[in-house]
Nanobody, 119 residues
Framework: QVQLVESGGGLVQAGGTLRLSCAASGTIVSIDTMGWHRQAPGKERELVAV???????RYADSVKGRFNISKGRAKNTVYLQMNGLQPEDTAVYYC?????????????WGQGTQVTVSS
């Protein structure tokens, strides 16, 4: 069973930075595509950023130029560097490995990490 564990959330002032980490365990296969989603109170979960095995990335328009997703040297790790944080970035951030051949067709989610940005 694949498990995703996030870390790095916290409370930061507007304009500050945070770096989220996610590590997947329970598989010997290198997961190709991993990403980050977030869910703010009263809102639907939304895609923040995704990265493929080839290093291709995609970002939500709201975070372009401020956030950077990258894969770690360790297998099945992914990071989200968040710069210029704003109160509207406050949300629970979830690591995700979407359904794909390297997850044998299953989608996996982490438990989430809270990011709170004060104004």
């Amino acid at each position: 069973q694949v498990q995703l564990v996030e870390s790095g959330g916290g409370l930061v002032q507007a304009g500050g930075t945070l770096r989220l980490s996610c590590a997947a365990s329970g598989t010997i296969v290198s997961i190709d595509t991993m990403g980050w989603h977030r869910q703010a109170p009263g809102k639907e979960r939304e895609l923040v950023a995704v990265i493929t095995a080839g290093g291709n990335t995609r970002y939500a328009d709201s975070v372009k130029g401020r956030f950077n997703i990258s894969k770690g040297r360790a297998k099945n790790t992914v990071y989200l560097q968040m710069n210029g944080l704003q109160p509207e970035d406050t949300a629970v951030y979830y690591c995700n490995a979407p359904s794909q051949p390297t997850t044998y067709g299953r989608s996996y989610w982490g438990q989430g990490t809270q990011v709170t940005v004060s104004s």
